[in-house]
């Protein structure tokens, strides 16, 4: 048996759920209407086959699957095997700690692309798709989300890039080491106007962000303690960069200055606590509140479970999943905001396990899943440069936010234009049988002989791995494929024109509206 040899629950559920529709009395032009009526409140694939004992011991491949389009932007179907041979445990032992794992090759990187304006972009880019630091690029481009800064403003890329370095190296840690380095960095200072912020002229802006979206939310502070922080910031400054020193060929960066001068010394009122406090001090207060475990849990849970509304409603609209959110406070608190720890609390719980394909995908990971899937761009290369200006089209513009909030996500990525942009740019990608991730598919496919319409579909639908599909996207699908009975890749006479069907219903599979679901 096919199935047997080649176990797949997702494609073997699929399967079998086509192949009910496809048989049934009313397949062809009333096929919709019948599954509309028949099967409206139950779907096959979230039925475990029963009777085959070997698919009961099979690895969930989709739990995997789950987990590295979250913990990271995705793996190849070979990669996705090979992690699903190990302990879904173990695999985020791995995840958590990104320094058992060898880096991609700076040196080759900047040689390759530059170390300036121009490299700064596709560098970042080939590190999300090639690197195997999964859940370390991941959370460095969740920092980028919740600590938004842009280059429209600084027009420096030294700071840019050395604030992604920053958070790329620290963000795994715990949260007063991330908010008091947050505190000391250019891009930061600069973008909200810290360098501004004199004892006799206090600037708001970095104390009042703080607070209301860095760390605490709105409705946990005062006023005061506004003016209170912003005081205790005074002084903390920037080294102005050398004219040019952004130039897109490289430059000097900046740094962080501290002006004892410029300091205010006065005592201040600080949540409850008083004393001359500095910036520091701010920070190690803010970092054990419990408003702070709390905000800092459901932004975890919004970009890793499942969306929420936007930041600016949390104090109104309370989280889809309290219990949740009161598991990510629990390990919060007992960690002292240690981010790797929450983060292990999160990948094993049940929660996380059942939230697949509750995110919209961001333009970042559907542009790198695509590239992931196609397994091209393993290799420094120039096509890298042009990745950014794609993920702008769709909405999310790498290092300019359209925020200080960052951007408005879940269904807010997707409107007529940008899912317009979404599946074009998917859809140009899969354009060659030559693309190693496709010739793997083509490849399966071909050593499990001749495979019926319904199991064509079936295959290639459980090694994409969207969403499950609904009703009129299985039935386009199955459309597709009855164009011609048989699919054999083994029959040379033909072999050219099934390869390119292959390519064709890879196509249609990511210009579905499920594939846009992460």
């Known amino acids: 048996m096919l199935y047997a040899s080649h176990p797949n629950t997702y494609s073997t559920n699929l399967y079998l759920y ?7 009395p009313a397949s062809n032009h009333s096929c919709k ?12 694939w979230n039925t475990i086959p029963t009777g085959d004992d070997h698919m009961a011991t099979t690895p969930d491949l989709d739990l995997y699957a789950h987990l590295m389009r979250r913990a990271g932007f995705g793996v190849r179907l070979d990669e996705l095997e090979k992690l699903a041979e190990r302990p879904y445990e173990k695999v985020v032992e791995d995840l958590l700690h990104p320094e058992l794992v060898q880096d991609v090759e700076t040196d080759v990187i900047e040689r390759w692309y530059g170390t300036g304006q121009q490299g700064f972009g596709p560098d970042w880019w080939h590190r999300m798709i090639n690197s195997e630091r999964h859940l370390q ?7 980028h989300h919740v600590f938004a800064t842009g280059l429209a403003k600084s027009a420096h890329p030294p700071s840019s890039q050395d604030q992604i370095e920053m958070f790329r190296n620290i963000g795994m840690t715990n ?24 004892k006799d002229e206090p600037n708001e802006n970095y104390g009042r962000e703080l607070l209301e979206l860095f760390s605490m939310g709105v409705g946990n502070y005062t006023e005061p303690d506004v003016k209170a922080a912003a005081y205790a910031f005074t002084g903390w400054t920037l080294e102005t960069p050398i004219p040019g020193a952004g130039s897109k060929y490289g430059g000097y ?11 205010d010394m006065s005592q201040k009122e ?5 004393g001359n406090f500095d910036g520091a001090d701010i920070v190690d207060i803010i970092a054990v509140q419990p408003a702070t475990a709390i905000f800092i849990a459901r932004h975890l849970y919004s970009f890793f479970v499942a969306d929420e509304p936007s930041v600016s409603s949390w104090n109104e609209i309370p989280p889809k999943d309290p219990p949740a959110i009161d598991l990510l406070v629990q390990a919060y608190l007992a960690s002292n905001g240690d981010i790797c720890t929450i983060l292990g609390t ?10 697949r394909f509750l995110r ?7 542009v790198t899943g695509i590239l992931k899937l196609t397994g091209d761009y393993q290799t420094p290369a120039t096509g890298f440069s042009r990745f950014g200006g794609m993920a702008g089209q769709m909405g999310q513009s790498l290092m300019n936010p359209l925020t200080v909030e960052g951007w408005q996500t879940g269904q807010g990525w997707i409107d007529g234009g940008t899912l317009n942009s979404r599946i074009n740019f998917a859809v140009d990608e899969l354009d060659d049988t030559e693309k190693p991730g496709i010739r793997l598919i083509i490849e399966r496919l071909q050593q499990m002989g001749p495979l019926s319409p319904a199991e064509f579909v079936g295959e290639c639908v459980g090694m994409v791995r969207p969403a499950p599909l609904g009703d009129e996207a299985i039935l386009g699908l199955l459309n597709f494929a009855e164009v011609e009975r048989v699919m054999d890749l083994n029959d040379e006479s033909k072999r050219a024109d099934n390869e390119y069907r292959v390519l064709r219903m890879l196509q249609l599979i990511v210009s579905t509206r499920e594939y846009q679901l992460n």
């Not at 086509?18 to 049934?24: N, V």
């Not at 080491?177 to 004199?198: G, V």
């Not at 919209?360 to 559907?366: A, G, H, I, N």
């Open 18 to 24: 086509i192949h009910h529709l496809a048989s049934s």
């Open 33 to 44: 209407t019948y599954v509309q009526t028949r099967l409206q409140t139950q779907r096959v």
């Open 137 to 143: 690029e991941k959370i460095t481009l969740f920092w």
């Open 175 to 198: 949260i007063r080491n991330i908010l008091t380095e947050l505190s000391r960095d250019p891009a930061m200072l600069f973008w909200l106007d810290n360098n501004e912020n004199l």
């Open 253 to 263: 960066p900046s740094a962080f200055v501290y002006q004892h001068e410029e300091h």
């Open 270 to 274: 600080f949540l409850g606590h008083s």
């Open 346 to 355: 999160l990948f094993n719980s049940a929660f996380f396990k059942d939230s």
């Open 360 to 366: 919209v995908k961001s333009p970042t990971e559907l």
